[in-house]
């Protein structure tokens, strides 16, 4: 049974650009969160999503961030137009229904030139 | 409004043992999870409570104490490989589970 698979690991976008970070939860697990975590600090909650369906989005920047959890495929976190102070590690941790445990993937590291 | 406080930064010698408080204010209580994360890696589950009292898995414990909003987390028999950031989280009670994290702990064991 694979992890929570997040990728790429590293991307590296010039400001203006747009990322899209994607994670795969473990299987039979149908709820997801995104968290960014910035160096020396602790995990910020920005959303949690169930399949098609935001559930908590309080966390993210209004404009510019924007997450999915499609009924197929990856959970898919955009950042569009980036800015250096969008640069930090990115998160993903999925949990079944009922689930006490978050899982956590491997991370993307964004750097913004 | 939600608080989560830990020390930020710990130093413990190897051998010996270390705690690592956490005390929450949140719009309601549903447990409260330890992880370990080294430096550039993934958090990992150490522990989880929902009940006050004290859960011991090995050199790691971890209690609870709802009417205070305080967790600690015990560490035993300390070794090098526990030198890590220790990150506390409360699971918020609402109709959903939303995941909240603190500051985290970073705690460097010497020789």
């Known amino acids: 049974n694979a992890g929570v698979m997040q990728n790429p690991r590293h991307l590296v976008r010039r400001r203006g650009q747009e990322a899209r970070l994607r994670c795969s939860p473990m299987?039979?697990?149908?709820?997801v969160y995104w968290y960014r975590q910035l160096p020396e600090e602790g995990l910020k909650f920005m959303v949690y999503?169930?399949?098609?369906?935001?559930?908590?989005e309080s966390g993210m920047p209004k404009e510019r961030f924007s997450a999915e959890f499609p009924k197929e495929g990856p959970s898919i976190l955009r950042i569009q137009q980036v800015v250096r102070g969008d640069s930090a590690a990115y998160f993903c941790?999925?949990?079944?229904?009922?689930?006490?445990?978050?899982?956590f993937g491997s991370g993307t590291q964004l750097s913004v030139l | 409004g939600q608080n989560i406080d830990q020390p930020t930064e710990m130093t413990a010698t190897e051998g010996a043992i270390v705690q690592i408080n956490c005390t929450y204010q949140?719009?309601?209580?549903?447990?409260l999870f330890w992880y370990q994360q080294h430096a550039g890696e993934a958090p990992t589950f150490l522990s989880y409570?929902?009940?006050?009292g004290l859960e011991e898995k090995g050199r790691f414990s971890s209690f609870l104490s709802r009417s205070k909003g305080y967790s600690y987390l015990l560490l035993k028999e300390l070794q090098m490989k526990d030198s890590a950031s220790y990150l506390c989280?409360?699971?918020?009670?609402?109709?959903?589970?939303?995941?909240?994290f603190g500051p985290g702990t970073s705690l460097s064991v010497i020789p």
């Open positions: 989280a409360v699971r918020e009670e609402t109709s959903y589970d939303k995941v909240i």
């Open positions: 999503l169930q399949k098609e369906n935001i559930i908590d």
């Open positions: 949140t719009s309601g209580f549903n447990g």
């Open positions: 941790a999925s949990s079944p229904p009922q689930g006490r445990k978050l899982f």
């Open positions: 409570n929902v009940l006050d």
């Open positions: 299987k039979g697990h149908s709820h």
